[in-house]
Antibody
Framework: QVQLQESGPGLVKPSETLSLTCNVSGASISRNYWSWIRQPPGKGLEWIGHVYYSGSTNYNPSFKSRVTISVATSKNQFSLKLTSVTAADTAVYYC??????????????WGQGTLVTVSS | DIQMTQSPSSLSASVGDRVTITCRASQSISSYLNWYQQKPGKAPKLLIYATSSLQSGVPSRFSGSGSGTDFTLTISSLQPEDFATYYC?????????FGQGTKVEIK
């Protein structure tokens, strides 16, 4: 059974860097794409970006140059870094496995989500 | 970038009703469209991928159709456990996006 678990600080100060890790079990991270998605309180889902096990990435342009997603194959983990955070970055952050090929990609396994609050 | 617009944003329906949710893309996305269900406090759950393929374990009352820019999710007979928020999501380009969601509430 594939399981994903987010971890990281639940509180981040404005202008600092949000860092989260997703631990993957039941599947090798050396396959598929792996993604981060967030959901501000009471709002909809927002795709942040995804990483391939090789390290190649694609990001939502709305995050401009603030976001970095990386993979640690030896630990079967991938990570999210979001710099210069503001209150607008307060959200539940989900990690998810991307399944599919040839353009037909979808999120088939999700972590439970972790709430990150940006506040001083 | 491709924008996804769902309609309605919310709807009220009764158990047993047939429910249809629409998702429109700002440009053609072929059939690269997926649907998710989210209940309060829970992670989203994949229902349908590639427009009309039912994810394993999802009841057959859920179905999807469409192509190009217009897509629909249909629940043939609404059950109590189906009251939730539904999202569409495209994977047409390297930059993916979700619709804003449709909340299905009890009438």
């Amino acid at each position: 059974q594939v399981q994903l678990q987010e971890s990281g600080p639940g509180l981040v100060k404005p202008s600092e860097t949000l860092s989260l890790t997703c631990n993957v079990s039941g599947a090798s991270i050396s396959r598929n794409y792996w993604s981060w998605i967030r959901q501000p309180p009471g709002k909809g889902l927002e795709w942040i970006g995804h990483v391939y096990y090789s390290g190649s990435t694609n990001y939502n342009p709305s995050f401009k140059s603030r976001v970095t997603i990386s993979v640690a194959t030896s630990k079967n983990q991938f990570s999210l870094k979001l710099t210069s955070v503001t209150a607008a970055d307060t959200a539940v952050y989900y990690c998810a496995r991307v399944f599919g090929s040839s353009g037909w990609f979808y999120f088939d396994y999700w972590g439970q989500g972790t709430l990150v609050t940006v506040s001083s | 970038d491709i924008q996804m617009t769902q309609s309605p944003s919310s709807l009220s329906a009764s158990v047993g009703d047939r429910v249809t949710i629409t998702c429109r893309a700002s440009q053609s996305i072929s059939s690269y469209l997926n649907w998710y269900q989210q209940k309060p406090g829970k992670a989203p759950k994949l229902l349908i991928y590639a427009t009309s393929s039912l994810q394993s374990g999802v009841p057959s009352r859920f179905s999807g159709s469409g192509s190009g820019t217009d897509f629909t999710l249909t629940i043939s007979s609404l059950q109590p456990e189906d009251f939730a928020t539904y999202y569409c999501q495209h994977s047409y380009s390297a930059r993916w996006a979700f619709g804003q969601g449709t909340k299905v509430e009890i009438k």
